[in-house]
């Protein structure tokens, strides 16, 4: 069972009640009105717990698990204990994340602003928000509806947050338009200035950067990542992107619907990321290109050249993964003849 | 137009006005009394605004422009489109910038100190400065003349600020001696302990780290990065370094002035660069090592000896340019011959 | 001398007691009632001051220094300049580091809550703590004696510190159980969500974060660094670890005791170390790995298979230290007959 200094569990449900709620098909012979009680990682999972089973690499655990359910592909029903119950999805993760929403639901916030927060008179905060202590909202800024600001959060002057959004403790948001159900973990650095400036040796200066952040909705943004605000055009998130830790995004950059970037890439200044791209921890992505819609970037590469829709890259300078992996074999086995 | 919830906008200015304020030389056959009310990127440049062009890239953009005056280097003018007024610049980057400085001029703060502010009674604070709500600054601490701190942000005990310095939102510094004119993006960590311990298996133990940062004049520094003081000696930013977000400086790191040290990047502990070196995004440059002055390092490169002035290196481990990118055709050339 | 403004010096110290401080033995003639003032870097020691020589490139720093003793591996005796005295060690970092202890020690805070810290009527603040300007303790939270909590830090609902914890300026912690003397530099991000969720073509949809991360006794973490909670398990981080700044950690990984992990690191969901492996800058390090004890990554490495204990890797992907080794140098000689 979580932690409940930090979760609050709902439920039980019937067995009958998670397939509706995950999309799953029962099986395993286990009755439609068993009742369970929560989740639980399959190591631990005891009879009234519902785990899951993934990859591949977990095969060993699912099969001495104690999880009274579990859910998994069809092709792997047959390497289930006995007596465990079993929910069938082509998409097992997702059938899951399902069920753990369920039990570990998100809830509105508690209508309150802190003493100690600061509201400027300037602002509009919407009904049945969460200020906490310490949090600023600045002149102009217009928040929406049920939004949390964490505690020493700093929300800039004019910004606008759409509804349902949270904002994380000592997050900064500056020159940016925000959509609903987003989602900043602390620390996030929001529209502050792109690294902007006409280079010479009488000494560097600075480009004013006038554009802004415009971030879609249901985004949601990593701890200490930071995105800067646009020279002129804006800088572009589009809905569903999912971006994580110490991520960086330059100045103009733009990308479409759903990407995925994991943590610590960085994208540079004016690049655009058609819908659903995704780019692997540590990659680096060079200013001014296109990446195609559906394209996915290695971890750790470095992407120097447009990439086609759908393409896979790999390495530093990126490559066709194939030619990424064949370049790392030659390698190994020229070092392994010399040795 | 900038969104004016964010921007303030100046002028309108005349084109022999805007001539002398970047130095460029008018062409085209505009009238020096025609007024030009802002600045805008290419594509969406009117009649009334100021564009420029400086990358190649955007050339295209640069023959459709709608744009009334247009910054551009002299071998373009003949690229541009009828009734365009040109500014010719050899660097219409930096001359595009002087410009977009006078429509959008940084303005001296607003004097004042938030009443959720807090400032020791032993701090010392000079005329002019802006304290925003939940700013703190500590004991011993000296803040220069019409310095901003952020919302939320720190001055620890017996920081030096010089004059007209911008503290960003969150930020926190320590242990620091900063010049004038320097901004320090939300985030920033300044000052904290050097990464010195002594290791070994029966645990690690710390060193003292006993130096300061100190910072020269006009300094930028980047969102959620980070400066670490030094162990004995003192980390040294030089005048004028520009600083990305969610770069790593260790400890007892020098820096000359004018360098550029684009996101992501981590310098270790030790390191010495000479003036104007340009590090790109991701580079890693190992401790006690010299880089000279000039020198340029590509992004991702890793850098594990010392570079000579003015020379350009790539890759990990770094190699002079030309090498690297024989290395890399080599490398492709095999893996295409093989698949 | 270290500047005064940030520094408190204890002191002075007779040799002998300083030898005995360090476990080194005195050497050069010195008398064992010489005292000494200070601690200072090689190139600015006097005659009142202890300095310390570990690394050669230093040497000469050595031979020239004013340094009145100096700690030193025995072989390096010789190379003393006349007059100095001497503390040799086999490990002179680590007796260096004893004796900066003692010149600067670490002192308890003095107790304090500033009228602008908040702190919840459910938490829990034992004795001795100092709560600096905007701090914040939510509901539920427990800090043990002695602790300092930094200018708007904030510990989040039900989070455990323990005891003589330093929590940096800006830092955030939530969902997490720390042990005791742990140090968390400012802008430290501990107990969000980890990046885990259901990708698909209509949406990624997100996977509650049921775990925690757990901290042991004696672990640095360094500025700005991220550590997300675990999944459903854990996300551990064992007794006397130090992390750099800037590193991620993502759900579900756990490291053994004393690991050292460099700047920018980044470790990727559910893999394990073992104790005492160290991770060079820059490093990345896929998910679901096993890396053995005492294991050593190069900066910069990619690792994308378990690693055996005792094991050095470089390169990306990474491979045993030799082959990356033997890769480059192959390289490097094809492309320098090509050139």
């Given at each position: 069972?979580?932690?409940?200094?930090?979760?609050?569990?709902?439920?039980?449900f019937r067995l009958d009640a998670l397939a509706e709620i995950s999309g799953a098909t029962p099986a395993g012979g286990a009755s439609p009105d068993a009742v369970f009680a929560d989740v639980a990682p399959l190591e631990s999972a005891g009879a009234s717990d519902v785990s899951f089973l993934?990859?591949?690499?977990?095969v060993a655990s699912f099969q001495t698990s104690g999880a009274g359910l579990c859910?998994?592909?069809?092709?792997?029903?047959?390497?289930?204990?006995?007596?465990?119950?079993?929910?069938?999805?082509?998409?097992?993760?997702?059938a899951y994340a399902c069920i753990a929403q369920a039990f570990y639901p998100v809830v509105a916030p508690e209508p309150w602003v802190a003493p100690t927060a600061w509201v400027d008179p300037a602002a509009t905060v919407a009904e049945g928000c969460r200020l906490e202590p310490g949090a600023v909202v600045?002149?102009?800024?217009?928040?929406?509806?049920?939004?949390?600001?964490?505690?020493n959060a700093v929300?800039?002057?004019?910004?606008?947050?759409?509804?349902?959004?949270?904002v994380g403790a000592n997050a900064t948001i500056s020159h940016a338009l925000i959509g609903s159900r987003v989602v900043l973990y602390p620390g996030v650095r929001i529209g502050q200035d792109g690294f902007g400036f006409a280079m010479g040796p009488q000494g560097h200066l600075k480009v004013p950067q006038l554009g802004r952040v415009v971030?879609?909705?249901?985004?949601?943004?990593?701890?200490?990542?930071?995105?800067?605000?646009?020279?002129?055009?804006d800088t572009v998130i589009g809905d569903g992107c999912m971006i994580d830790n110490l991520v960086q995004i330059g100045h103009n950059v733009q990308l479409?619907?759903?990407?995925?970037?994991?943590?610590?890439?960085?994208?540079?200044?004016?690049?655009?990321?058609?819908?659903?791209?995704?780019?692997?921890?540590?990659?680096g992505i060079t200013g001014h290109l296109r990446i195609g819609a559906g394209a996915r970037i290695a971890a750790q590469a470095g992407?120097?050249?447009?990439?086609?829709?759908g393409e896979t890259v790999g390495g530093a300078p990126a490559v066709p993964m194939t030619d990424w992996l064949r370049q790392t074999a030659i390698l190994g086995k020229m070092a392994r003849k010399k040795g």
């Open positions: 069972m979580a932690d409940p200094r930090f979760f609050k569990l709902a439920g039980p993934d990859n591949r690499k977990y859910v998994v592909a069809p092709e792997m029903a047959d390497k289930a204990p006995a007596g465990m119950a079993l929910l069938l999805s082509p998409d097992p993760y997702r600045q002149a102009g800024a217009v928040i929406g509806r049920r939004c949390r600001v964490g505690a929300i800039g002057v004019g910004v606008v947050l759409g509804d349902d959004c949270t971030i879609g909705n249901g985004v949601e943004i990593g701890a200490n990542a930071t995105i800067d605000r646009g020279a002129g055009p479409g619907r759903g990407c995925v970037i994991v943590a610590q890439v960085g994208i540079s200044g004016s690049t655009r990321l058609g819908d659903f791209v995704a780019a692997g921890g540590q990659a992407v120097m050249r447009d990439i086609a829709p």
